[in-house]
């Protein structure tokens, strides 16, 4: 891959350059990375497990940093950690430990790290930040029930699962939790008071359909739950059509800065564990949300660096 590091739009390296991901936002538009599944298959990685990319955590550390390096080259300022899948329970049914998937979990920050260190060194110029993937618990059920949220569990429930994770993740000192591809309101309750008192900040992000979350609740609602410690939110791992009304809706309910990743725009076959249809995602849609209010703004699944690249240089 070629890098884009001789654009110098998409970098500031100033003596004034932010310090933080929420400074940034505050001041202007942050590129996020893209898919991190997709640019493991493409480089030629199998994927059909349970564990999805959590796997290579264990097996190939050096495939995900690569994948990281890749988007920083082209052009993102955050990379997102390969974390969504790794839970505790996930890599207990694969016979890992607790200590070992502790291990894991941390490995994530740094291999991110280590991409942003390398990104440097070819002179990508930063700052470059690292989110802390904390994906829903229907990821760890790997059955597509996070594209529906309603699992039976109570909120109290839901904070136990996440807490010992986060606690974890943010250990390893991540600049930002990614509290992403969330179904359900509920689930979002859960994950913001497992966040608390962890002294890491974090975005929260749904997973939508239409004006809802993908468990029906109103998006007003939804995003109406966003506390102190979220410095951005907004949906992710969606239709690219669904995302114009969801920030504004972010923008207005909440006063924050809004993140949006959405997918390429095809379909997601549980079943066939395959996507279908065609990609719908284009840069020039960028415009339209900056203007809305986003101001953390990449790609999901099927995303891939040629896309960020256009991101970036839609949001110079």
């Not at 060194?121 to 229907?138: F, H």
Request: hydrophobic letters at 40%.
């Amino acid at each position: 891959m070629s890098s884009h590091t001789d654009r110098d739009t998409t970098r500031d390296s100033s003596p004034a350059a932010p310090r933080t991901l929420a400074e940034a936002l505050a001041t202007g538009t942050v590129v996020l990375d893209g898919g991190m599944s997709n640019q493991l298959e493409s480089a030629g990685h199998d994927l059909s497990d349970e564990l999805w990319s959590a796997r290579l955590l264990a097996e190939r550390p050096e495939a995900i940093t690569e994948a990281h390096l890749a988007y920083f080259e082209a052009g993102a300022n955050v990379a997102i950690t390969s974390s969504y899948q790794a839970t505790f329970e996930g890599f207990a049914r694969r016979g890992i430990s607790r200590g070992r998937a502790a291990e894991l979990l941390g490995l994530s920050v740094e291999l991110a790290r280590e991409a942003a260190r390398q990104a440097e060194a070819k002179g990508v110029r930063g700052p470059l930040w690292v989110a802390a993937s904390v994906g829903p618990y229907g990821a760890m059920l790997a059955d597509g029930s996070e594209y529906r949220g309603r699992y039976g569990l109570s909120v109290a429930e839901l904070e136990a699962f996440h807490r010992p994770r986060l606690e974890v993740l943010a250990a390893a000192g991540p600049d930002v939790l990614a509290l992403e591809t969330v179904p359900d309101a509920d689930e979002a309750r859960a994950l913001l008071r497992a966040v608390r008192g962890l002294g890491v900040p974090a975005w929260l992000s749904y997973s939508v359909a239409g004006g809802r979350t993908r468990a029906g609740q109103p998006l007003e609602e939804a995003f109406a739950l966003a506390a102190d410690e979220v410095i951005a939110v907004g949906v992710n791992c969606c239709a690219p059509d669904d995302v114009d009304a969801a920030v504004e809706t972010a923008a207005r309910v909440t006063g924050k800065p809004v993140v949006v990743y959405p997918n390429s725009g095809e379909t997601w076959d549980a079943e066939a564990r395959a996507w279908t249809g065609r990609s719908t995602f284009t840069p020039e849609q960028v415009g339209g949300w900056e203007r809305a209010g986003a101001r953390l703004i990449g790609g999901c699944c099927r995303v891939g660096p040629t896309a960020i690249t256009g991101i970036a240089e839609a949001v110079g």
